[in-house]
Protein backbone atom coordinates (compact mmCIF):
# COMPACT_ATOMS: atom_id res chain seq x y z
CA UNK A 1 0.00 0.00 0.00
CA UNK A 2 2.87 2.01 0.51
CA UNK A 3 3.91 1.96 -3.18
CA UNK A 4 0.23 2.85 -4.14
CA UNK A 5 0.47 6.01 -1.31
CA UNK A 6 3.70 6.98 -2.57
CA UNK A 7 2.47 6.68 -6.71
CA UNK A 8 -0.85 8.65 -5.83
CA UNK A 9 1.66 11.62 -4.18
CA UNK A 10 3.36 11.54 -7.37
CA UNK A 11 0.30 11.57 -9.59
CA UNK A 12 -1.36 14.35 -7.71
CA UNK A 13 2.18 17.05 -7.61
CA UNK A 14 2.20 16.44 -11.52
CA UNK A 15 -1.34 16.79 -12.25
CA UNK A 16 -1.40 19.56 -9.54
CA UNK A 17 -4.74 18.14 -8.33
CA UNK A 18 -6.57 16.09 -5.85
CA UNK A 19 -5.90 12.44 -6.08
CA UNK A 20 -8.25 9.88 -4.92
CA UNK A 21 -7.20 6.08 -5.13
CA UNK A 22 -9.63 3.42 -5.91
CA UNK A 23 -9.25 -0.34 -5.22
CA UNK A 24 -11.47 -2.37 -8.15
CA UNK A 25 -12.24 -5.69 -6.09
CA UNK A 26 -13.17 -7.51 -9.55
CA UNK A 27 -10.48 -6.66 -11.31
CA UNK A 28 -7.92 -6.70 -8.35
CA UNK A 29 -6.15 -3.68 -9.31
CA UNK A 30 -5.62 0.02 -7.95
CA UNK A 31 -7.46 3.16 -10.21
CA UNK A 32 -5.94 6.68 -9.32
CA UNK A 33 -8.08 9.64 -10.44
CA UNK A 34 -7.47 13.32 -10.15
CA UNK A 35 -10.70 15.20 -9.05
CA UNK A 36 -10.68 18.91 -9.88
CA UNK A 37 -12.38 21.13 -6.89
CA UNK A 38 -16.20 21.46 -6.92
CA UNK A 39 -16.82 17.85 -9.04
CA UNK A 40 -19.44 16.08 -8.58
CA UNK A 41 -18.72 13.29 -10.36
CA UNK A 42 -20.26 9.73 -10.07
CA UNK A 43 -17.37 7.80 -8.94
CA UNK A 44 -19.20 4.54 -7.68
CA UNK A 45 -17.70 2.44 -10.31
CA UNK A 46 -14.63 3.10 -9.95
CA UNK A 47 -15.01 0.77 -6.57
CA UNK A 48 -13.95 1.20 -3.25
CA UNK A 49 -12.45 4.69 -2.36
CA UNK A 50 -9.25 3.93 -0.31
CA UNK A 51 -7.21 7.12 -0.12
CA UNK A 52 -7.48 10.86 -0.93
CA UNK A 53 -4.14 12.86 -1.15
CA UNK A 54 -3.40 16.01 -2.35
CA UNK A 55 -0.01 17.23 -2.96
CA UNK A 56 -0.88 19.91 -5.51
CA UNK A 57 0.87 23.63 -4.73
CA UNK A 58 -1.32 25.76 -3.04
CA UNK A 59 -2.89 28.55 -5.36
CA UNK A 60 -2.71 31.99 -4.23
CA UNK A 61 -5.03 34.47 -5.68
CA UNK A 62 -1.91 37.27 -5.43
CA UNK A 63 -0.18 35.61 -7.52
CA UNK A 64 1.00 36.84 -11.08
CA UNK A 65 0.40 34.64 -14.44
CA UNK A 66 2.70 32.72 -15.72
CA UNK A 67 4.22 35.08 -18.56
CA UNK A 68 7.38 35.43 -18.10
CA UNK A 69 10.62 33.37 -16.60
CA UNK A 70 11.49 33.72 -12.90
CA UNK A 71 12.46 37.59 -12.02
CA UNK A 72 15.15 36.06 -9.49
CA UNK A 73 18.58 36.08 -10.67
CA UNK A 74 21.15 33.64 -9.47
CA UNK A 75 22.73 36.00 -7.76
CA UNK A 76 19.06 36.22 -5.10
CA UNK A 77 18.18 39.74 -6.46
CA UNK A 78 15.32 40.76 -8.59
CA UNK A 79 16.10 40.15 -12.31
CA UNK A 80 14.91 42.68 -14.00
CA UNK A 81 13.37 41.93 -18.16
CA UNK A 82 14.33 43.05 -20.94
CA UNK A 83 12.39 45.83 -22.75
CA UNK A 84 10.88 44.22 -25.89
CA UNK A 85 11.47 44.85 -29.64
CA UNK A 86 9.44 45.37 -31.97
CA UNK A 87 9.32 41.73 -33.34
CA UNK A 88 8.52 40.42 -29.65
CA UNK A 89 5.64 43.23 -29.40
CA UNK A 90 4.23 42.19 -32.51
CA UNK A 91 4.76 38.30 -32.54
CA UNK A 92 2.78 38.74 -29.12
CA UNK A 93 0.22 40.30 -30.52
CA UNK A 94 -0.44 38.47 -33.11
CA UNK A 95 -0.42 35.23 -30.93
CA UNK A 96 -3.13 36.27 -29.25
CA UNK A 97 -5.17 37.68 -32.51
CA UNK A 98 -4.30 33.85 -33.79
CA UNK A 99 -4.99 31.93 -30.69
CA UNK A 100 -8.39 32.87 -30.87
CA UNK A 101 -9.17 32.01 -34.38
CA UNK A 102 -7.31 29.10 -34.82
CA UNK A 103 -7.81 27.31 -30.82
CA UNK A 104 -5.81 23.95 -31.93
CA UNK A 105 -2.70 25.48 -33.47
CA UNK A 106 0.40 24.58 -32.38
CA UNK A 107 3.15 26.92 -31.01
CA UNK A 108 5.26 25.90 -34.22
CA UNK A 109 2.56 27.18 -36.60
CA UNK A 110 2.13 30.11 -34.73
CA UNK A 111 5.80 31.35 -34.90
CA UNK A 112 5.72 30.15 -38.92
CA UNK A 113 2.58 31.86 -39.55
CA UNK A 114 3.98 34.92 -37.33
CA UNK A 115 7.04 34.77 -39.12
CA UNK A 116 5.42 34.74 -42.56
CA UNK A 117 2.96 37.77 -41.59
CA UNK A 118 5.93 39.97 -39.99
CA UNK A 119 8.03 39.65 -43.66
CA UNK A 120 5.30 40.67 -45.43
CA UNK A 121 4.28 43.36 -43.44
CA UNK A 122 4.51 47.28 -45.13
CA UNK A 123 7.17 49.03 -43.57
CA UNK A 124 4.73 51.34 -42.59
CA UNK A 125 3.21 48.48 -40.02
CA UNK A 126 6.91 47.94 -39.11
CA UNK A 127 7.23 51.47 -38.05
CA UNK A 128 4.37 51.45 -35.52
CA UNK A 129 5.80 48.27 -34.11
CA UNK A 130 9.24 50.01 -33.64
CA UNK A 131 7.66 53.56 -32.09
CA UNK A 132 5.64 50.93 -29.52
CA UNK A 133 9.45 49.26 -28.73
CA UNK A 134 10.59 52.99 -28.54
CA UNK A 135 8.10 53.93 -25.78
CA UNK A 136 8.36 50.71 -23.77
CA UNK A 137 11.99 50.75 -24.49
CA UNK A 138 11.67 54.89 -22.82
CA UNK A 139 9.39 53.65 -20.16
CA UNK A 140 11.87 50.66 -18.97
CA UNK A 141 14.76 53.48 -18.81
CA UNK A 142 12.58 55.21 -16.32
CA UNK A 143 11.60 52.36 -14.40
CA UNK A 144 15.18 51.03 -14.21
CA UNK A 145 17.66 53.95 -14.74
CA UNK A 146 20.59 51.96 -14.20
CA UNK A 147 19.87 49.06 -16.27
CA UNK A 148 22.43 47.50 -18.41
CA UNK A 149 21.67 44.05 -20.22
CA UNK A 150 24.19 41.27 -19.29
CA UNK A 151 24.52 38.25 -21.37
CA UNK A 152 24.74 34.95 -19.36
CA UNK A 153 26.45 32.03 -21.09
CA UNK A 154 24.68 28.96 -20.64
CA UNK A 155 25.99 26.06 -18.70
CA UNK A 156 26.95 23.85 -21.15
CA UNK A 157 29.20 26.54 -23.24
CA UNK A 158 30.77 27.53 -19.62
CA UNK A 159 31.76 23.61 -19.19
CA UNK A 160 32.92 23.45 -22.77
CA UNK A 161 35.17 26.33 -21.85
CA UNK A 162 36.41 25.01 -18.73
CA UNK A 163 37.45 21.96 -20.61
CA UNK A 164 39.56 23.41 -23.26
CA UNK A 165 41.23 25.34 -20.78
CA UNK A 166 42.40 22.09 -18.80
Not at 93 to 101: A, E, P, R, T
Request: positive net charge; hydrophobic residues 25%; contains cysteine.
Amino acid sequence: MEVIRHAAQNFSRRVQQPVKVFHDGFREKYRMCPVPAGNNANLDSYGLCCFDCDMSDPKFPESRPNTAPSNISDGGGIRIPRPRNSWILYRQHKSNQLKKDFPGMTASELSTVISSLWKSESTTEKAIWQRRAREEDRLHKEKYPGYKYTAKRSSSKRKQSEISRN
